[in-house]
Every structure is written in C-alpha cells, then in structure tokens.
C-alpha cells in the first residue's frame, strides 16, 4: 500500500530539503567569492604566470555547462585521484568553483570601472597599491558589482537544483520524490518553484539594500 | 628646488615635452602659460611622477622622480591639485583630506581631522566636512583639492589648470584662496589660462610652446613689450587670451 495523500512529514522534508539548497547555496557563495575575489586581486596586481593562469580557468568555468562540471567532479576526480566523493561535497566543490569564476568577471570589470584618475590622484599622494586598493578602489568597485553580482546569485541559487541529479537530497530532489509519491505533479512543483521564488526575491533583496548603502556617497540629499 | 634638466616626452611619434629646462626654488610662485597641447599639463605629470620620462631628468629637492626608489620622496615633497578635482568620490570631503596623511604620513585621526577641520575652514567650508563630492558645488570640490594637498604639508603646490572646469564666479572663489597661499610664502606651480592672475600672483612666468619652452622670465618683464612680448608668439597667445 503506498500514501497518495500529504502528510505532515512532507512538510519536515521540505524543510530539509530547503536547508540543503540554502546551506549549499551560501557556503559556494562564501567560497565563490573568497577565491572570485583573490583571483581579481592576482589581477589587479599584474602577478606573473599566476594572474593569466586565473583567467585561463575562470573561461573554462564560465564557458562549460555546470552539469558537466558536475559530473567530471563527481565521477571523474574520484577516479583520478583514488578517493571518494559525496555527492555533497562534489556539489560542494563544483558551485563554488563555478561561482568562483562568475565571480572573479564581475570583480575584474567592477575595479576596471574605477576612474584612472583616482588611481594616479592615490598615487600621486603617496598611497601605496595595497592602499588604493583597500581604501579607493575595493569601496567604489563594491558598487559597481553589486548590480552584476545580485544577478549571479540569483542565477546560482536557480543552478543548485542540478545537484539533485547525482544525488544530493536538495529541494528539487525533495520535489522529484513526493512528486513520485503523491503523483500530482502540479502542486508539488508550484510549491517547489514558489520557495525558489521566494528565495530568490530575498537575495536580490538584501543586495539591493547593500548597494544603496555603498552608493549612499552619490544621493542627492541637498546642499 | 624643483629641478628640471632636458626632460622629453614623447606619446608615440608625438613629442610633447621636448627638453625642457625649468627650475623652481622654494618661495617662488611660477605660472606655466602655453595654448592647449602645449605640453603644460605633461610638465606637472612628469614632475609628480605620472609619466616616465623619454629623457632628461627632474629632481624635487633632491630626490630623483625617474629614480623608482627615490619617486615615493620626490611625490612627498609636492602636493598636486588637479583640472577635475579627482575627489575620491565614495569620501566626504573630511576623509578626502586625511585618508593620505592617515595612511601614508600615519598621523593618527585625531589630529589628521583636527588638521583638515582647520584647513577647510580656512578656504570657508568649516560647515561641509560631511559633505560628499557630488553635494559639492564645482568651487567647492576644488577648494576641498586644495585642502587635500596642503594637507600633507607639500613644499611645493603643483597646480594643473585647477579654474578651468569652473564659472567665473567659482574660479574667483578659488584664485582668492591661491592668492592667499602665494601671498604666505607656500611654492608653487601652475599651469593656467588666467593671465591676469598670472601677472598678478607669479614672480615667474614660463611660456611653453609645442613642447618648447619659449620663455621663461620674471613676471614683470614677461608683460614687457621689450621682454616676453617681443616675441611674436607670445605676442599674438596673450593678445588673443585678453579679447576672449
């Protein structure tokens, strides 16, 4: 005999199944942006052999399909290296790198569209380049990568649900089993895709206040 | 002393600066005159180190700008005030004028704001410390670019046509605080279309032409109609500078 009706229980693993996405989500978003964002210093800093050799592996990223990512990850490394892998930390690895790279574009154009002058102005006076960095460019290009970053994650959080494929219990996989169970389909992934929705409008909401803030400098408030 | 010996500089096949021999000794106040494209501007940024040298050199008191390991104590030595302000925009015009002195001469913040507090109020602007750039008039901008230069106490000012992008009115505001800085003895150099204030303030003015220097005499004997204007160059620059 098998349960056709919801239960409370679905209700649990949907909860679980949302924190798996969301805890994904936010650790390769953390990751991401922690070796996105050394990979654009590398760059800023003109470090020789390394800097191109970032920008080699940031093209191969962004220009494959996370899928494949995913399964060269998942099946390929274990292979190459003789261990093994879950499917959580093959997921793990893949969207962090895959974010990484994203990531590393979004910087690199942001701290181009810092004004030449105000890098010569800082050196002028005497500011060394860790100086302008940290105090003239990192605060200015923080502005103009939220925009293009807000997209990103957007985008990202929507790319999570691939992970269901090798396995991950995430909310899609949670998705793909009560809709196996239930067999209506059409509640299962309305509800499915509201909670990408709602998760969704979140982000682009919290990105949206930060970027007022960084850009508070540049509102009229009166003279 | 400002020293400049045989310096050229070339964009390509272009020569702009093309030996040019300056000097600039502490107390004086030098305007450099020229037509646009004249080099004026290559001049003050070969001096605070912006552009490499194709030859000759400069030397701010002592220290060798085309030396890398000497660069950093000529930069110190001058304070530089740009066309276009170069505020950094993302800083109030209080930390506008203390991030270098905070960051490179490592004054603590107390007095780095003390200082910039008493600096502001001197050129009128005791009340717009918080302000932004953007909530800035084009005079004010500037008058802050002047504070954020003397803030790090420069034997020399380096002024690169620092009206040009202001109304007569802000340019007033603006010349009356040089004037003022000529007047206490601090050094400078400008680059200038402002001719009157040239003859007024300078002890020195320096005409450049195509990369040339063409003069370079005390004020009084540039405005000389047996001096700086027995030239016919000179001549014709400042008759048509005076009718526009």
Same mark, same amino acid.
């Given at each position: 005999?098998?349960?056709?009706?919801?239960? /409370?229980?679905?209700?649990?693993?949907?909860?679980?199944?949302?924190?798996?996405?969301?805890?994904?989500?936010?650790?390769?978003?953390?990751?991401?942006?922690?070796?996105?964002?050394?990979?654009?210093?590398?760059?800023?800093?003109?470090? /020789?052999?390394?800097?191109?050799?970032?920008?080699?592996?940031?093209?191969?990223?962004?220009?494959?399909?996370?899928?494949?990512?995913?399964?060269?990850?998942?099946?390929?490394?274990?292979?190459?290296?003789?261990?093994?892998?879950?499917? &959580?930390?093959?997921?793990?690895?893949?969207?962090?790198?895959?974010?990484?790279?994203?990531?590393? %574009?979004?910087?690199?154009?942001?701290?181009?569209?810092?004004?030449?002058?105000?890098? &010569?102005?800082?050196?002028?006076?005497?500011?060394?380049?860790?100086?302008?960095?940290?105090?003239?460019?990192?605060?200015?290009?923080?502005?103009?990568?939220?925009? /293009?970053?807000?997209?990103?994650?957007?985008?990202?959080?929507?790319?999570?649900?691939?992970?269901?494929?090798?396995? %991950?219990?995430?909310?899609?996989?949670?998705?793909?089993?009560?809709?196996?169970?239930?067999?209506?389909?059409?509640?299962?992934?309305?509800?499915?895709?509201?909670?990408?929705?709602?998760?969704?409008?979140?982000?682009?909401?919290?990105?949206?206040?930060?970027?007022?803030?960084?850009?508070?400098?540049?509102?009229?408030?009166?003279? | 002393? +400002?020293? @400049?010996? #045989?310096?050229?500089?070339?964009?390509?096949?272009?020569?702009?600066?093309?030996?040019?021999?300056?000097?600039?000794?502490?107390?004086?106040?030098?305007? +450099?005159?020229?037509?646009?494209?004249? #080099?004026?501007?290559?001049?003050?940024?070969? +001096?605070?180190?912006?552009?490499?040298? !194709?030859?000759?050199? @400069?030397?701010?008191?002592?220290?060798?700008?085309?030396?890398?390991?000497?660069?950093?104590?000529?930069?110190?030595?001058?304070?530089?005030?740009?066309?276009?302000?170069?505020?950094?925009?993302?800083?109030?015009?209080?930390?506008? @004028?203390?991030?270098?002195?905070?960051?490179?001469?490592?004054?603590?913040?107390?007095?780095?704001? !003390?200082?910039?507090?008493?600096?502001?109020?001197?050129?009128?602007?005791?009340?717009?410390?918080?302000?932004?750039?953007?909530?800035?008039?084009? #005079?004010?901008?500037?008058?802050? #670019? @002047?504070?954020?230069?003397?803030?790090?106490?420069?034997?020399?000012?380096?002024? !690169?046509?620092?009206?040009?992008?202001?109304?007569?009115?802000?340019?007033?505001?603006?010349?009356? +605080?040089?004037?003022?800085?000529?007047?206490?003895?601090?050094?400078?150099?400008?680059?200038?279309?402002?001719?009157?204030?040239?003859?007024?303030?300078?002890?020195?003015?320096?005409?450049?032409?195509?990369?040339?220097?063409?003069?370079?005499?005390?004020?009084?004997?540039?405005?000389?109609? !047996?001096?700086?204007?027995?030239?016919?160059?000179?001549?014709?620059?400042?008759?048509?500078?005076?009718?526009?």
């Amino acid at each position: 005999m098998r349960y056709a009706d919801f239960t /409370p229980h679905d209700l649990l693993l949907l909860l679980q199944g949302l924190g798996v996405s969301v805890a994904l989500f936010a650790a390769t978003t953390v990751i991401g942006l922690a070796i996105g964002l050394a990979w654009a210093v590398l760059r800023y800093y003109r470090t /020789p052999l390394l800097a191109p050799l970032v920008a080699a592996v940031a093209e191969l990223l962004k220009n494959s399909p996370v899928l494949v990512q995913l399964f060269l990850v998942f099946f390929g490394l274990p292979v190459l290296l003789e261990t093994d892998l879950t499917p &959580e930390q093959a997921a793990l690895i893949t969207l962090s790198g895959n974010t990484a790279a994203f990531i590393y %574009v979004i910087a690199v154009s942001a701290i181009e569209a810092v004004g030449r002058e105000q890098l &010569e102005t800082a050196r002028v006076f005497g500011l060394s380049r860790w100086q302008t960095l940290r105090r003239i460019v990192a605060p200015q290009a923080a502005a103009f990568g939220l925009g /293009p970053l807000t997209g990103l994650l957007v985008n990202q959080l929507q790319v999570t649900s691939l992970i269901s494929v090798i396995g %991950v219990v995430d909310l899609t996989k949670v998705g793909a089993i009560l809709n196996l169970r239930t067999l209506k389909p059409f509640i299962v992934w309305t509800v499915i895709g509201l909670l990408y929705y709602l998760m969704a409008r979140l982000i682009a909401r919290v990105c949206a206040r930060a970027e007022a803030r960084l850009r508070a400098h540049s509102q009229w408030k009166g003279l | 002393m +400002i020293h @400049i010996e #045989g310096v050229t500089k070339r964009f390509g096949s272009h020569t702009v600066l093309d030996g040019v021999d300056l000097r600039v000794a502490p107390g004086e106040v030098v305007s +450099i005159l020229g037509a646009s494209g004249s #080099g004026k501007s290559t001049l003050i940024r070969c +001096i605070n180190g912006l552009e490499k040298l !194709d030859g000759g050199i @400069i030397s701010v008191d002592g220290h060798r700008v085309d030396d890398p390991k000497q660069l950093q104590l000529a930069r110190r030595c001058s304070g530089t005030v740009f066309q276009l302000f170069n505020l950094y925009p993302h800083m109030t015009a209080l930390q506008n @004028i203390t991030l270098a002195p905070m960051e490179v001469l490592k004054v603590p913040r107390q007095q780095a704001e !003390d200082e910039a507090r008493a600096l502001l109020a001197s050129v009128g602007l005791a009340g717009r410390a918080a302000a932004y750039p953007a909530q800035l008039s084009g #005079g004010q901008r500037q008058r802050v #670019g @002047i504070c954020r230069a003397l803030a790090m106490k420069p034997r020399y000012l380096l002024l !690169d046509e620092v009206t040009s992008a202001l109304d007569p009115e802000m340019t007033a505001e603006v010349l009356a +605080i040089l004037a003022r800085l000529a007047a206490d003895g601090t050094t400078m150099l400008f680059v200038t279309h402002e001719i009157e204030f040239a003859r007024h303030i300078s002890n020195r003015v320096v005409f450049l032409e195509q990369g040339r220097l063409l003069a370079d005499l005390p004020t009084a004997q540039f405005f000389a109609a !047996d001096g700086g204007l027995a030239q016919p160059r000179i001549a014709q620059f400042l008759s048509k500078m005076s009718k526009s």
